[in-house]
């Protein structure tokens, strides 16, 4: 894909592939993995409409990650047609996952909430600002979430 961004014409023709380990309950990290992504995307000169959205759906991700689950990890490959993020944690699982994309349900204990986390709308965002999300789950082994921005 030929791009003209800022007279700077950027040619992605490879896939590049980046992976991420997210710490469990360790809040003062959570975000690295958002961040770098979106810087590196900002260098190859993406579009910031769709930096916008992996670094949205894929923070809530992370989030996610650091409150429910034992951490996890993060990979994240990038291809002249999309970016897909897939983020899988050994954490408790998710039980009802209709329930778990609306708006408002969250399952983050008080001690979470109190620091201004678990309002419920990190599944509900993760799906907003993709163009496929794709949940995978099993109560007590773990959960695995594919996500996909389009490039176009």
């Known amino acids: 894909m030929k791009k003209v961004c800022g007279g700077v014409r950027l040619i992605v023709s490879d896939t590049i592939t980046m992976s991420y380990e997210v710490p469990a309950n360790d809040f003062t990290r959570a975000g690295e993995a958002s961040s770098d992504v979106k810087s590196k995307l ?91 999300l794709k949940i995978e789950s099993v109560v007590g082994e773990g959960t695995t979430v594919t996500m996909k921005v389009n490039m176009m």
């Open 42 to 132: 900002k260098k190859m000169g993406v579009n910031p409409d769709i930096i916008r959205k992996v670094s949205i759906a894929m923070y809530e991700g992370e989030i996610n990650m650091v409150i429910h689950a034992t951490g996890g990890k993060i990979d994240v490959i990038i291809s002249p047609e999309e970016i897909q993020m897939i983020l899988m944690d050994q954490g408790p699982g998710i039980e009802d996952i209709e329930l778990a994309m609306q708006a408002g349900y969250s399952t983050a204990p008080d001690n979470i909430r109190s620091l201004g986390f678990g309002a419920g709308m990190g599944l509900p965002n993760m799906k907003k600002y993709t163009d496929e």
